[in-house]
T-cell receptor
């Protein structure tokens, strides 16, 4: 089982460039999440999708957009990258209810 | 507001010594509590979870945690630490309206 798969694993962008981080899960989970991880700040929720067809803002949504393409896929888009968006991004999914989150391996993004 | 506090940013222990990582939470309802471990360059792996019932829960890799409602705590313990336990550990609470809240993490260093 692949679990949660994120692509790419590493990316360097120039300020102002755009890109989309891809996430797919094969566990038939209902809810999906995008987090960013910065030193000393733990994981902060950017956006989440409670179920297919819905998306909601998390703690730090500014500068990002998301698309829940179908039940399996949840993408994160940076329209105009800024150095402050340099971070490690994690996608996660849950079945819903009393269940734990499963995480991808992360995307390390550097904006120069 | 919901929050998770991990008061120790770094902890260093000798191999074979016991370990306790602290976690305090603030949550309006009965919390679902989790401990995750992150090895360098990896995603987060679930160590254990508490939903209800016995307040002492066992996890993988010999870890256990105890839920203490009166102290709003969910501390992680291991009787004898192995060098391979060196990693970063995250406590989390949720899901509240589908959101999981993570602490800022505790980085464990193990001395040979």
């Amino acid at each position: 089982n692949a679990g949660v798969t994120q692509t790419p694993k590493f990316q360097v962008l120039k300020t102002g460039q755009s890109m989309t981080l891809q996430c797919a899960q094969d566990m038939n989970h209902n809810s999906m999440y995008w987090y960013r991880q910065d030193p000393g700040m733990g994981l902060r929720l950017i956006y989440y999708s409670a179920s297919e067809g819905t998306t909601d803002k998390g703690e730090v949504p500014n500068g990002y957009n998301v698309s829940r393409l179908n039940k399996r896929e949840f993408s994160l888009r940076l329209e105009s990258a800024a150095p402050s968006q340099t971070s490690v991004y994690f996608c996660a999914s849950t079945l819903g209810g009393k269940t734990e989150a499963f995480f991808g391996q992360g995307t390390r993004l550097t904006v120069v | 507001a919901q929050s998770v506090t991990q008061p120790d940013i770094h902890i260093t222990v000798s191999e074979g010594a016991s370990l306790e990582l602290r976690c305090n939470y603030s949550y309006g309802a009965t919390p679902y509590l989790f401990w995750y471990v992150q090895s360098p360059g990896q995603g987060l792996q679930l160590l254990l979870k508490y939903f209800s019932g016995d307040t002492l829960v066992q996890g993988i890799k010999g870890f256990e945690a105890e839920f203490k409602r009166s102290q709003s705590s969910f501390n992680l313990r291991k009787p004898s630490v192995h060098w391979s336990d060196a990693a970063e550990y995250f406590c989390a609470v949720g899901p509240g309206t589908y959101k999981y809240i993570f602490g800022t993490g505790t980085r464990l260093k193990v001395l040979a």
